[in-house]
C-alpha cells in the first residue's frame, strides 16, 4: 500500500484554504441530512432514481458554498426551498400527462402560496405550506411575502409554459420557442424564487429594503444559470425530451457569447449593491461562479 507523505513544509495558505473548503462541506453535510430527511417525509414527492443521494449532496454543496457565512439552521429553509423546485419541475415535466395535471399542480401552488391550507393528497402544496408557513415566522414577512409569492407564481407558470412548448412540438408539431423567449422564461430553473425566500429568510433589514432591487439582479444571474446548465446537460435533456438552449441556436457560439454578455450585466449590477449589501452580492456572483464550475462534470438530477 502506497503511503502519501505531506511535504516537510505545508504552505500557510494552502491549510487555511482547505480548512474554510472543509469548514464548507460540513455545512452542506448538514443541509444533506436535513433534505434526506424532508425527501423521507414526503415518499410520494421523492421516489424513483432521479431523486437520489447525490441531488441531496449536490443542492447543499450548491447552497453552502454560496452562502457560507451563514449557518446550517439559516440554511435549512433555503435548501428545503431548492428541494420544493425539484419536486415541482418532476411533478410538471416528467408525471404530467395532460394540460389537466399541469393545471392542478400549478393552481395547488399558487393557493398554498397564497395562503390556503393544501389538499390531503397534495404532498407538493403540504411542503411548500410548511416553507411559507416558516417564512411567515420572520416579522418582514408581513411585507415582503408578496414578493415571495410573486416569486412562486413566475415559478409554477414558466414551469407550465415549458411543458406547453415540449407538448405542443411532440403531440401538434409546433415549432420551439426563439432564444430570446426560452431564456425569458428563465424562472422555469427556480433559481429566483429560492434567492427570494433565503433573503426574507436570513437578511439583515438593509437586504430586507433592497429586496426588489436584489430580485432584478438574480434575475440576470439566473438566465446565466440558465444557460449553463443547458451547456452541460444537453445530451441528458435529449434523452428526457427536455428543452435546451442549443437545440434553438444554430451554433453553440450564440449560448457562449449570451452568456459572456450576461455575466458582464450582472457584474454591472452586482457593483452597486456590494456597498449596502455585500453578502448578497457575494450570495449571487458565488451562484455564478459555483455553476460554472460544478457543470464541467456533474449534474444535479440522478437517473431518470
Sequence with gaps: MNVV?????????????????????????????????????YPDLFAGRAFDAALFSNIALAIAFGAPWCTAEQLRLTNRMVLWGFAL?????????????????????????????????????????????DLAA?????????AWRAAVRRTVTAMAREWEW?????????????????????????CTVVNVAHWIWTGDAETHRRLDRLVTVSDEVQRVLRLVNDLATYERDLEWGDLNA?????????????????????????????????????YLARQIGFSSGFYRSADFWGQR
Design 166 to 190: 415540449k407538448t405542443a412540438r411532440e403531440r401538434d408539431g409546433e415549432p420551439l420557442p426563439g432564444f430570446t423567449e426560452y431564456l425569458a422564461n428563465a424562472d422555469n430553473l427556480a
Design 138 to 146: 420572520v416579522p418582514a414577512f408581513a411585507e415582503l411575502g408578496g
Design 246 to 282: 442549443l437545440l434553438l441556436v444554430d451554433d453553440r457560439a450564440e449560448v457562449d457569447q449570451r452568456i459572456v454578455e450576461l455575466v458582464e450585466r450582472c457584474t454591472e449590477l452586482l457593483a452597486p449593491l456590494s456597498g449596502g449589501c455585500p453578502l448578497q452580492a457575494a
Design 5 to 41: 507523505t505531506p511535504p516537510s513544509t505545508v504552505l500557510p495558505d494552502q491549510l487555511s484554504a482547505a480548512a474554510e473548503q472543509g469548514r464548507i462541506c460540513a455545512l452542506a453535510a448538514q443541509g444533506q441530512r436535513d433534505l434526506q430527511r424532508q425527501a423521507a417525509r
Design 89 to 133: 419541475d418532476w411533478r410538471i415535466d416528467y408525471l404530467a400527462k395532460s394540460r389537466a395535471d399541469v393545471d392542478r399542480v400549478v393552481a395547488g401552488a399558487l393557493a398554498v402560496a397564497e395562503g390556503a391550507s393544501p389538499d390531503a393528497d397534495d404532498p407538493l402544496g403540504r411542503l411548500l405550506a410548511e416553507l411559507r408557513d
